[in-house]
Protein backbone atom coordinates (compact mmCIF):
# COMPACT_ATOMS: atom_id res chain seq x y z
CA UNK A 1 0.00 0.00 0.00
CA UNK A 2 0.83 3.80 -0.94
CA UNK A 3 -0.47 6.74 1.14
CA UNK A 4 -0.22 10.00 1.28
CA UNK A 5 -1.09 13.04 3.49
CA UNK A 6 -3.01 16.27 2.00
CA UNK A 7 -3.01 18.83 5.00
CA UNK A 8 -4.36 22.30 5.00
CA UNK A 9 -2.17 25.36 6.32
CA UNK A 10 -4.95 27.74 7.69
CA UNK A 11 -3.62 31.31 9.61
CA UNK A 12 -5.70 32.47 12.50
CA UNK A 13 -5.83 35.88 12.66
CA UNK A 14 -7.10 38.97 14.33
CA UNK A 15 -8.37 41.97 12.55
CA UNK A 16 -5.57 44.14 13.22
CA UNK A 17 -3.49 41.65 11.41
CA UNK A 18 -4.42 41.94 8.46
CA UNK A 19 -2.94 44.05 5.38
CA UNK A 20 -5.08 47.26 4.66
CA UNK A 21 -6.30 45.67 1.11
CA UNK A 22 -7.14 42.19 3.25
CA UNK A 23 -9.37 44.67 5.58
CA UNK A 24 -11.24 46.46 3.05
CA UNK A 25 -11.68 43.16 1.72
CA UNK A 26 -13.39 41.31 4.49
CA UNK A 27 -15.43 44.94 5.07
CA UNK A 28 -16.78 44.39 1.98
CA UNK A 29 -17.81 40.86 2.51
CA UNK A 30 -19.40 42.03 5.87
CA UNK A 31 -21.34 44.98 4.24
CA UNK A 32 -22.58 42.50 1.41
CA UNK A 33 -24.15 40.12 4.12
CA UNK A 34 -26.92 42.86 4.40
CA UNK A 35 -27.67 42.50 0.50
CA UNK A 36 -28.42 39.12 1.12
CA UNK A 37 -32.04 38.15 0.26
CA UNK A 38 -32.17 35.42 2.23
CA UNK A 39 -36.15 34.61 3.38
CA UNK A 40 -36.05 31.21 3.44
CA UNK A 41 -32.75 30.45 5.41
CA UNK A 42 -32.52 33.85 7.46
CA UNK A 43 -28.74 33.45 6.79
CA UNK A 44 -26.86 36.41 5.42
CA UNK A 45 -24.01 35.30 3.49
CA UNK A 46 -22.11 37.99 1.71
CA UNK A 47 -18.90 37.55 -0.48
CA UNK A 48 -15.99 39.76 -1.64
CA UNK A 49 -13.61 39.68 -4.47
CA UNK A 50 -10.31 41.66 -5.17
CA UNK A 51 -9.37 42.16 -8.04
CA UNK A 52 -5.68 42.86 -9.36
CA UNK A 53 -6.30 46.19 -10.57
CA UNK A 54 -7.50 46.85 -6.70
CA UNK A 55 -11.43 46.65 -7.73
CA UNK A 56 -13.73 44.69 -5.36
CA UNK A 57 -16.24 43.18 -6.33
CA UNK A 58 -19.49 42.15 -3.67
CA UNK A 59 -22.11 39.27 -3.76
CA UNK A 60 -25.06 38.16 -1.39
CA UNK A 61 -26.67 34.68 -1.71
CA UNK A 62 -29.83 35.39 -3.27
CA UNK A 63 -32.70 33.02 -2.75
CA UNK A 64 -35.76 31.53 -4.37
CA UNK A 65 -39.07 30.16 -3.44
CA UNK A 66 -37.98 26.72 -5.31
CA UNK A 67 -35.18 26.29 -3.20
CA UNK A 68 -32.70 24.91 -5.29
CA UNK A 69 -32.68 28.11 -7.86
CA UNK A 70 -30.67 29.72 -4.95
CA UNK A 71 -27.40 30.83 -5.80
CA UNK A 72 -24.44 31.30 -2.91
CA UNK A 73 -22.77 34.63 -2.21
CA UNK A 74 -19.75 33.42 -3.42
CA UNK A 75 -20.65 32.64 -7.01
CA UNK A 76 -23.24 35.61 -7.24
CA UNK A 77 -19.75 37.41 -6.98
CA UNK A 78 -17.51 35.31 -9.09
CA UNK A 79 -20.19 35.15 -12.31
CA UNK A 80 -21.01 39.09 -11.74
CA UNK A 81 -17.12 39.15 -11.85
CA UNK A 82 -16.86 36.39 -15.09
CA UNK A 83 -19.95 38.64 -16.99
CA UNK A 84 -18.91 42.03 -16.25
CA UNK A 85 -15.08 42.13 -15.38
CA UNK A 86 -13.78 38.67 -17.64
CA UNK A 87 -10.05 38.77 -18.03
CA UNK A 88 -9.21 40.32 -14.69
CA UNK A 89 -7.31 38.27 -11.93
CA UNK A 90 -9.03 37.56 -8.88
CA UNK A 91 -5.87 37.94 -5.96
CA UNK A 92 -8.88 37.09 -2.97
CA UNK A 93 -12.04 36.30 -1.92
CA UNK A 94 -13.85 36.85 1.74
CA UNK A 95 -16.46 35.64 2.79
CA UNK A 96 -18.95 36.62 5.61
CA UNK A 97 -22.09 35.69 7.38
CA UNK A 98 -24.82 36.55 9.83
CA UNK A 99 -27.93 35.39 10.89
CA UNK A 100 -30.54 36.56 13.87
CA UNK A 101 -28.70 39.76 13.82
CA UNK A 102 -25.42 37.75 14.63
CA UNK A 103 -21.92 37.45 12.32
CA UNK A 104 -21.06 34.21 13.15
CA UNK A 105 -19.06 33.11 15.47
CA UNK A 106 -16.54 31.02 13.41
CA UNK A 107 -16.32 31.61 9.86
CA UNK A 108 -18.49 29.59 7.16
CA UNK A 109 -16.31 28.43 4.38
CA UNK A 110 -17.59 27.85 1.05
CA UNK A 111 -20.04 25.02 -0.25
CA UNK A 112 -18.32 22.64 -2.41
CA UNK A 113 -20.16 23.88 -5.82
CA UNK A 114 -18.82 27.06 -4.90
CA UNK A 115 -15.25 25.38 -4.05
CA UNK A 116 -15.57 23.80 -7.55
CA UNK A 117 -16.62 27.34 -9.46
CA UNK A 118 -13.62 29.26 -7.27
CA UNK A 119 -11.22 26.36 -8.66
CA UNK A 120 -11.88 26.90 -12.08
CA UNK A 121 -10.90 30.44 -12.11
CA UNK A 122 -8.15 30.07 -10.21
CA UNK A 123 -7.04 27.19 -12.67
CA UNK A 124 -7.70 29.59 -15.41
CA UNK A 125 -6.07 32.45 -14.26
CA UNK A 126 -2.92 30.47 -13.07
CA UNK A 127 -2.66 32.40 -9.72
CA UNK A 128 -3.81 31.35 -6.15
CA UNK A 129 -7.03 32.95 -4.54
CA UNK A 130 -6.22 33.75 -0.87
CA UNK A 131 -9.19 32.64 1.08
CA UNK A 132 -10.41 34.99 3.99
CA UNK A 133 -13.05 33.42 5.86
CA UNK A 134 -14.79 36.12 8.96
CA UNK A 135 -15.78 34.49 11.80
CA UNK A 136 -16.38 36.89 15.27
CA UNK A 137 -13.94 35.33 17.06
CA UNK A 138 -11.18 35.27 14.73
CA UNK A 139 -10.05 35.41 10.72
CA UNK A 140 -9.15 32.26 8.26
CA UNK A 141 -6.97 33.10 5.64
CA UNK A 142 -6.17 29.97 3.31
CA UNK A 143 -3.42 30.46 0.22
CA UNK A 144 -5.78 29.36 -2.36
CA UNK A 145 -8.62 27.72 -3.62
CA UNK A 146 -6.79 24.19 -4.01
CA UNK A 147 -5.83 23.83 -0.60
CA UNK A 148 -9.21 24.11 0.44
CA UNK A 149 -10.10 21.28 -2.09
CA UNK A 150 -6.91 19.43 -2.82
CA UNK A 151 -8.27 16.72 -4.95
CA UNK A 152 -9.43 18.45 -7.63
CA UNK A 153 -11.20 17.74 -10.94
CA UNK A 154 -10.43 20.56 -13.72
CA UNK A 155 -9.49 21.28 -17.22
CA UNK A 156 -6.45 19.15 -17.31
CA UNK A 157 -8.28 15.98 -16.93
CA UNK A 158 -10.48 16.41 -20.06
CA UNK A 159 -7.38 17.43 -21.62
CA UNK A 160 -8.90 20.56 -22.95
N1 LIG B 1 -24.69 30.01 1.47
C1 LIG B 1 -23.83 30.87 0.83
O1 LIG B 1 -24.25 31.87 0.23
N2 LIG B 1 -22.51 30.60 0.91
C2 LIG B 1 -21.95 29.58 1.61
O2 LIG B 1 -20.74 29.47 1.65
C3 LIG B 1 -22.82 28.67 2.34
C4 LIG B 1 -24.27 28.84 2.16
C5 LIG B 1 -26.12 30.33 1.45
C6 LIG B 1 -26.99 29.42 0.65
C7 LIG B 1 -28.33 29.64 1.32
O3 LIG B 1 -28.93 30.80 0.77
C8 LIG B 1 -27.99 29.94 2.77
O4 LIG B 1 -26.61 30.32 2.77
C9 LIG B 1 -28.20 28.78 3.72
O5 LIG B 1 -27.57 27.64 3.27
Redesign the pocket.
Given at each position: MREYEIRTHVDVLEKEELSATELALLEAAIKATETSY?P??H?Q?G?ALCLKSGEIIMG??Q?NAAYPV?C???RTALFWCGANRANEVITHIA?A?QTEGRYTPSP????GM?RQALLEVEHKQGSPIVVLLYGEEGIHRIESVKALMPLTFNSDNLNI
Open positions: SYSFVASNEACAEIAIAPCC
